[in-house]
Structures are given as structure tokens and as C-alpha cells.
């Protein structure tokens, strides 16, 4: 363990280095649950089809349900004709009896079974989303809604459940919004991503995550948005974080204030910022890689939200995602609306083999504080494949290339681990043999289900993998090859497929 002492400055801190758990556990879930998740309720749809179609108010109508109490200051959002229909005039702060009432049927160690038999191995929870609302009791006052927490502990009893299990512990913190400090309305991109509050909450926010380090230890201190404070604040932050929890990792979310921070506070200013990223936004179909997270003098992960790299990462990554396309729980969507088992499994492979983890989103209800129906199968997936499969998961480096092809169009994204490569077929192939294009490496070959022999052929430049039965009842499925040397002994195959791939990486 590392037991270094950390300074505030950017030479110390960046001398944090990764810890080997965080890059060998690949696999997290994300919880959003609050009173936001009591009316459960957003326009289904995509964001960054939102973003295209409807910028000038995309977040009032935007899928995401944890912007409830925003959109419902817009009169003319679905979110508020629902409000009214359901809760006529009453206030968002009217969900915190609503929301408490459903915590009182939690079971944190239910929660943290279905976590580990999912095969996470961490869990980060919102601690205090937009809305300001706190899961534990904070002994620090909120100067504009008073009484705004949870009196139950609920940080406290999921980090105790969670570490049962064996998982780690991580806290998310809505650093850069807070919308008891600033109750403005943000109806596009730009007035949201600067709609930082001024005075005192940069002091209250810095005391916030001190009090959530001092009490819980997480593992990870997951900001969002960006950090109220200047560059020194978070400098001594993250050295007060590092000295308490020495294998603890910060993702990328703290982008500091500065001068342009105050200048894009003008509406004129945002007005043409708007413009230009509207025009952006048309040009380019990924919004996510069309507007990525501003660099930041230090942090141990990046956390790009429903993105795929097309090659391998240098530095750790993090996908961040729902299970659907809202964080929070939002009742409009069906199972229809969820990203299915397949889709997020192979998302989580291409991820997995150019350096990234998983963070998955699970948003329970906020009436009775259950885990939807459509997000527990999916997890119930995920726990039998990584079962079956999670040798060529947990603990694995990518290698020097993420992926070939084989004949038929499938895509193999590749990992390693110590004297062993996986080759991990994207998809259902069918038949006893698959050629594997533009690659070949020589060794032993099992089907890591069964462990079934694979016969390993070259044919010119490609090699046919030739099985013992066939394969369409398998869905992704995973082979393995050791090779050995003259001696007998083992080596990495890797090492053997070299010259292949020399120049091929990503």
C-alpha cells in the first residue's frame, strides 16, 4: 500500500499513482437516487438526439429524470404538465417526505448482493446530485434550504453493506451545480455547464466532500460538472483525500474556476457560445466526443459518458452510462427503451480492451426504493456471463492491438493477463470453425466456458480457430491461448503473435 505523504501541489499529486485495484476491477456500478426519483419522470429519447433537435431547451426536456425539479420551472415542459397533474402546486422540496417514506422499505444489503452477484467489484453512489439534496446527515448547513438531507444515513449504511461484500466504496459529489445556491433556470448546454454558484459555495462545497472523506473513506471521489473552487482549493483537497485514503482515485470532473469561468457567466456570452455549439453539434453525430471534458491539471481516470474510443488509451478510463438513457429512474421507460444485455456486454468488451472500466447506471424508484425489473436482468446477465468468463476480465492489461475481425463480421477485442491472451468474439458465431483475419499466434487453446480444446490453424496471414462443438448457443464467447516455450514451460502468446502485430495497435 502506498503510504507516501501528498502536498497540494500539481509535482506531488501527480506522483499519486493508479492503484492496482481500480485497474484490475473493470466493472462498477453508479447509483442516482433521490427525490428526484420519486415522480420519476423525463421525455424519453436520446440526449445528444435532444441536443440536435431541440437545443435551445434541450435540458428542460432532455431524458435525463434527475433534472426533474429544473425542468418543472418551465410551464410548458412534459416534466411540469406531469407535475402539475400528479403533485399540483406543490414544491420540489415536497418529495423529501415522499422520498424518505419509500428508504424506510431499503435493504442496503439486498442492493449490495445484486451488486456483487453482478459481478461489480466497486459501487459509486450520489451523494448530492443538482437538486442539492444530501444521503447523509451533514453537520454542514445549507444557508438556502435548510433541513436539505437525508436524517437516515444512507451513504454510511451502503458503504458498510458494499464493503461486506467485498466491494469498494466510491461517492459522487455535484461539485459544479447546485441548484438550493443557484435557482436559476438552465434551459441550454451553456447555461447549464456554467451555472456554478457564486459566493459561499465554493466554501460550503469544499466542506461537504471533506466531511464525505472524513466519514466514509471512499475509494473513488467522483466530482461532476466541474469544482467552485480555484486551482489551489482542489490541489489541497485532493492532497487531504490522497493522505486520508492513500489507494483512493479522482476521476476528471473538477475543471477549476478561472477568469473565462466568470466571463461565460454573460448571457451574451453564452448566448454565442450556444451558437457555436449548436453548429458543432450538427457537424458531428457523437456529442460526446464532440464536446469532451476539458483537460485538468490532475486526476487518476477520465469518465466519458457513453462513448467508445476507437483505440487503445494511454492513460485509465472510465465508460460512464445508464442502463437505459436516464440516470435516475424514469417510468417512461419500457424495457423496449433499456440498452439490452447484448449491447451493454459488448460495450463493456471494447471498453475493457482499450483500457477502460465500466461504470454502469442502476436508478431505483424513489416510492419504494426498488431496483426496476428491466435493470435487475440485465445485471442478472452480467453476473452469469462474467461468471462463466471474468478470468479474461478481472485483473487483465489490453494488449498491444484492441481487436481483429473474423470472416463472417464478427469483431474479437483482445486482453491478457500474465502467460495468457483471450480472444473475446463479439456476438453469436455459429459453426466449428471461425477464421480470425489478419492475425496468428501459436499455443494452447481452450473455450474458457467449458474448456473444451481449440484447435489453433494457420492459413496465410489469418488462423482458423477450430472448435470441438459448435457455438451458436454461446453468446459472446471468450477463447484462451497459453503458448509454451522449447522447455516446456509457459509464456504469454503475445509475445509469440509480435511480429503480427508490431504497428497494429488501436
Same mark, same amino acid.
Given at each position: 500500500?502506498?503510504?507516501?505523504?501528498y502536498?497540494?501541489?500539481?509535482?506531488?499529486l501527480?506522483?499519486h499513482?493508479?492503484?492496482?485495484?481500480?485497474?484490475?476491477?473493470?466493472?462498477?456500478?453508479?447509483?442516482?437516487w433521490g427525490?428526484y426519483?420519486?415522480?420519476?419522470?423525463?421525455?424519453?429519447?436520446?440526449f445528444?438526439?435532444t441536443?440536435?433537435?431541440d437545443?435551445?431547451?434541450?435540458?428542460?426536456v432532455y431524458?435525463?429524470?434527475?433534472?426533474?425539479w429544473n425542468?418543472?420551472?418551465?410551464q410548458?415542459?412534459p416534466?411540469?404538465?406531469?407535475h402539475q397533474?400528479?403533485?399540483?402546486?406543490?414544491?420540489?422540496q415536497?418529495f423529501?417526505?415522499l422520498?424518505m417514506d419509500g /428508504?424506510?422499505?431499503?435493504?442496503p444489503?439486498a442492493?449490495?448482493?445484486?451488486?456483487?452477484?453482478?459481478?461489480?467489484k466497486y459501487?459509486?453512489i450520489?451523494?448530492?446530485?443538482h437538486?442539492?439534496?444530501?444521503l447523509?446527515p +451533514?453537520k454542514v448547513a445549507n444557508p438556502h434550504?435548510?433541513?436539505?438531507?437525508?436524517?437516515?444515513d444512507?451513504?454510511?449504511?451502503?458503504?458498510d453493506?458494499?464493503?461486506?461484500?467485498?466491494l469498494?466504496?466510491?461517492?459522487?459529489y455535484?461539485?459544479g451545480?447546485?441548484w438550493?445556491?443557484?435557482?436559476?433556470?438552465s434551459r441550454t448546454?451553456m447555461?447549464?455547464s456554467?451555472s456554478?454558484?457564486g459566493?459561499d459555495y465554493?466554501?460550503y462545497?469544499?466542506a461537504?466532500?471533506?466531511?464525505?472523506?472524513s466519514?466514509y473513506r471512499p475509494?473513488?471521489l467522483w466530482?461532476?460538472i466541474?469544482?467552485p473552487?480555484?486551482?489551489?482549493?482542489?490541489f489541497?483537497?485532493f492532497a487531504?483525500?490522497?493522505n486520508?485514503?492513500?489507494e483512493?482515485v479522482?476521476n476528471?470532473?473538477?475543471k477549476?474556476s478561472?477568469?473565462?469561468?466568470?466571463?461565460?457567466?454573460?448571457?451574451?456570452v453564452?448566448?454565442?457560445?450556444?451558437?457555436?455549439?449548436?453548429?458543432?453539434?450538427m457537424?458531428?453525430p457523437?456529442?460526446?466526443s464532440?464536446l469532451?471534458q476539458?483537460?485538468?491539471?490532475?486526476?487518476?481516470?477520465?469518465t466519458p459518458?457513453?462513448?467508445k474510443h476507437?483505440?487503445?488509451?494511454?492513460g485509465?478510463?472510465?465508460m460512464t452510462r445508464g442502463?437505459?438513457?436516464?440516470f435516475?429512474?424514469?417510468r417512461?421507460?419500457q424495457?423496449?427503451?433499456?440498452?439490452?444485455?447484448?449491447?451493454?456486454?459488448i460495450?463493456?468488451?471494447d471498453?475493457?480492451?482499450k483500457?477502460?472500466?465500466?461504470?454502469l447506471?442502476?436508478?431505483?424508484?424513489?416510492?419504494?426504493?426498488q431496483?426496476?425489473?428491466?435493470?435487475?436482468?440485465r445485471?442478472s446477465k452480467?453476473?452469469?456471463w462474467?461468471?462463466r468468463?471474468?478470468?479474461? /476480465?478481472?485483473g487483465?492489461?489490453?494488449l498491444?492491438?484492441?481487436e481483429?475481425?473474423?470472416?463472417?463480421?464478427?469483431?474479437?477485442?483482445? +486482453?491478457?493477463?500474465e502467460?495468457?491472451l483471450?480472444?473475446?468474439?463479439s456476438?453469436?458465431p455459429n459453426?466449428?470453425?471461425?477464421k480470425?483475419?489478419e492475425?496468428?499466434?501459436?499455443?494452447?487453446?481452450n473455450?474458457l466456458?467449458d474448456g473444451s480444446p481449440v484447435?489453433l490453424k494457420?492459413e496465410?496471414?489469418?488462423?482458423?480457430?477450430?472448435?470441438?462443438?459448435r457455438?451458436?448457443h454461446?453468446?459472446?464467447?471468450v477463447i484462451?491461448?497459453?503458448e509454451e516455450?522449447?522447455?516446456?514451460m509457459?509464456?504469454s502468446?503475445a509475445?509469440?503473435a509480435?511480429?503480427?502485430?508490431?504497428?497494429?495497435?488501436?
Amino acid at each position: 500500500m502506498n503510504h507516501k505523504s501528498y502536498q497540494p501541489t500539481r509535482e506531488s499529486l501527480s506522483s499519486h499513482p493508479l492503484p492496482q485495484w481500480f485497474d484490475e476491477a473493470k466493472f462498477g456500478i453508479f447509483i442516482h437516487w433521490g427525490p428526484y426519483s420519486v415522480p420519476g419522470f423525463a421525455p424519453v429519447g436520446n440526449f445528444a438526439n435532444t441536443l440536435k433537435t431541440d437545443y435551445d431547451r434541450a435540458m428542460l426536456v432532455y431524458p435525463y429524470a434527475e433534472g426533474y425539479w429544473n425542468a418543472i420551472k418551465d410551464q410548458t415542459t412534459p416534466s411540469a404538465r406531469y407535475h402539475q397533474a400528479v403533485y399540483g402546486s406543490m414544491p420540489y422540496q415536497g418529495f423529501k417526505p415522499l422520498f424518505m417514506d419509500g /428508504v424506510k422499505q431499503w435493504d442496503p444489503m439486498a442492493w449490495a448482493k445484486i451488486f456483487r452477484n453482478a459481478g461489480a467489484k466497486y459501487v459509486v453512489i450520489v451523494s448530492k446530485h443538482h437538486d442539492g439534496f444530501c444521503l447523509w446527515p +451533514t453537520k454542514v448547513a445549507n444557508p438556502h434550504e435548510p433541513h436539505w438531507f437525508s436524517e437516515r444515513d444512507i451513504i454510511g449504511e451502503l458503504a458498510d453493506a458494499v464493503r461486506s461484500e467485498g466491494l469498494r466504496f466510491g461517492i459522487y459529489y455535484s461539485g459544479g451545480i447546485d441548484w438550493t445556491f443557484r435557482r436559476r433556470i438552465s434551459r441550454t448546454f451553456m447555461d447549464y455547464s456554467f451555472s456554478t454558484p457564486g459566493g459561499d459555495y465554493a466554501a460550503y462545497a469544499d466542506a461537504q466532500i471533506r466531511e464525505l472523506i472524513s466519514r466514509y473513506r471512499p475509494d473513488i471521489l467522483w466530482n461532476d460538472i466541474c469544482w467552485p473552487g480555484n486551482v489551489d482549493s482542489f490541489f489541497r483537497l485532493f492532497a487531504y483525500y490522497y493522505n486520508a485514503v492513500p489507494e483512493g482515485v479522482v476521476n476528471d470532473r473538477w475543471k477549476h474556476s478561472t477568469s473565462a469561468n466568470k466571463l461565460l457567466s454573460l448571457k451574451l456570452v453564452r448566448a454565442v457560445m450556444d451558437m457555436m455549439i449548436k453548429r458543432m453539434i450538427m457537424n458531428n453525430p457523437d456529442i460526446h466526443s464532440a464536446l469532451p471534458q476539458p483537460a485538468i491539471p490532475h486526476s487518476d481516470f477520465s469518465t466519458p459518458e457513453y462513448t467508445k474510443h476507437k483505440e487503445i488509451q494511454p492513460g485509465k478510463w472510465e465508460m460512464t452510462r445508464g442502463i437505459g438513457n436516464s440516470f435516475g429512474y424514469n417510468r417512461n421507460e419500457q424495457d423496449n427503451d433499456y440498452s439490452s444485455f447484448e449491447t451493454l456486454l459488448i460495450d463493456f468488451i471494447d471498453a475493457l480492451s482499450k483500457n477502460g472500466n465500466l461504470l454502469l447506471n442502476v436508478g431505483p424508484r424513489g416510492e419504494d426504493a426498488q431496483i426496476p425489473p428491466e435493470q435487475l436482468s440485465r445485471l442478472s446477465k452480467f453476473g452469469d456471463w462474467l461468471q462463466r468468463n471474468g478470468e479474461a /476480465v478481472y485483473g487483465t492489461r489490453p494488449l498491444i492491438r484492441a481487436e481483429a475481425e473474423t470472416e463472417t463480421g464478427e469483431t474479437i477485442r483482445f +486482453t491478457r493477463k500474465e502467460n495468457r491472451l483471450y480472444l473475446i468474439i463479439s456476438g453469436r458465431p455459429n459453426g466449428i470453425t471461425i477464421k480470425v483475419k489478419e492475425f496468428f499466434c501459436e499455443g494452447t487453446a481452450n473455450l474458457l466456458t467449458d474448456g473444451s480444446p481449440v484447435q489453433l490453424k494457420r492459413e496465410g496471414e489469418d488462423m482458423n480457430l477450430i472448435f470441438k462443438h459448435r457455438l451458436e448457443h454461446i453468446f459472446v464467447p471468450v477463447i484462451v491461448i497459453e503458448e509454451e516455450d522449447d522447455d516446456g514451460m509457459k509464456r504469454s502468446p503475445a509475445v509469440a503473435a509480435g511480429a503480427n502485430l508490431e504497428g497494429s495497435e488501436g
